[in-house]
């Protein structure tokens, strides 16, 4: 449930009828952080900096909406100086990069995620999955169990035993299986968390439990509304399957040339790939009106 600005998750948004050709002006440009706006090595590209701030100059805003919590991708919009909101956690939080302060966040229930686990790794029959939590904000601690990748990543803040993952309230659960594919282990864990959990897949070897109902759509939707643009005045990019119900929410979607098939499958476009500045490139044409700064 939501623990602030509202006391449940909002119904998930009706995805609307799409425009087969961008129109030459947007109003708002919804994007993912990893495997969209940043690089491979984590920074935006100096092109894709002067391409946002044609947007800007356009009248036009930009929105991250993100799988990371606030705490981990602060550091990315400090280094863009990002202002204004960005959706963050899957949809579970929305972040006002202005004030450094959370509107609204989700959490998971402990019980309900130990029991979705147990459920999955009894429908997949082949052993323990790998874990990691994020735990409640405002402090979204990363918490992985010692085979849940090969090595630790910056900004992990520890790691536990299995049932240490449960000794704080959560946001999240991330699940993976060394010798199950991603795509196996994300269908058994909707399959047996159908109505009770959202399950995505935001990365490889990431498969996330969310609270019923959140999704990247949700987000983008309440920060939208608060901020006055409707889906058609909406460009969003995207590259994984965690970023469908935001290219469906949105009047026009644009997969990454790195993107997943199944995203890659209903984008309107498909960009030049992350290192390539595919956010950029797309963003050039469609606000190539925008003089120069």
């Not at 590209?45 to 909406?65: E, K, Q, W």
């Not at 029991?115 to 735990?135: F, N, W, Y």
């Not at 993952?165 to 594919?181: C, G």
């Amino acid at each position: 449930m939501y623990l602030t600005d509202a006391t449940s998750a909002p119904p998930a948004p009706a995805v609307l009828p799409r425009p087969r050709a961008a129109g030459p002006r947007f109003r708002l440009v919804a994007t993912d952080l990893d495997g969209t706006l940043l690089r491979g090595d984590l920074t935006v590209s100096p092109r894709t900096r002067a391409a946002l701030a044609a947007v800007g100059r356009a009248g036009a805003r930009h929105l991250v909406v993100t799988g990371r919590p606030a705490a981990s991708c602060r550091e990315f919009l400090v280094a863009m100086d990002y202002r204004g909101l960005a959706v963050c956690g899957q949809g579970a939080q929305l972040y006002d990069a202005t004030a450094d302060r959370l509107l609204v966040s989700a959490a998971l229930d402990r019980d309900l995620a130990r029991s979705v686990v147990k459920r999955t790794e009894e429908a997949l029959g082949a052993g323990p999955l790998e874990l990691a939590v994020v735990t409640a904000a405002p402090e979204n601690r990363f918490v992985v169990t010692a085979g849940f990748a090969e090595r630790r990543r910056p900004g992990w803040d520890a790691v536990v035993a299995r049932e240490a993952l449960w000794a704080q309230p959560i946001e999240k659960v991330l699940m993976r299986h060394r010798e199950v594919a991603d795509d196996r282990v994300a269908a058994a864990a909707a399959r047996v968390g159908a109505g009770e959990v959202s399950v995505t897949h935001s990365e490889k070897g990431m498969i996330e439990v969310l609270p019923a109902g959140i999704t990247k759509a949700v987000g983008l939707e309440l920060a939208a509304e608060r901020m006055g643009f409707a889906p058609a005045d909406t460009i969003a990019f995207g590259d994984m399957p965690n970023d469908i119900p935001l290219l469906g929410w949105a009047g026009y979607g644009v997969a990454m040339g790195n993107a997943h098939p199944d995203l890659i499958a209903l984008a309107d476009e498909v960009a030049p790939r992350n290192d390539e500045d595919g956010v950029a490139v797309v963003l050039e044409r469609m606000f190539a009106h925008v003089a120069p700064a």
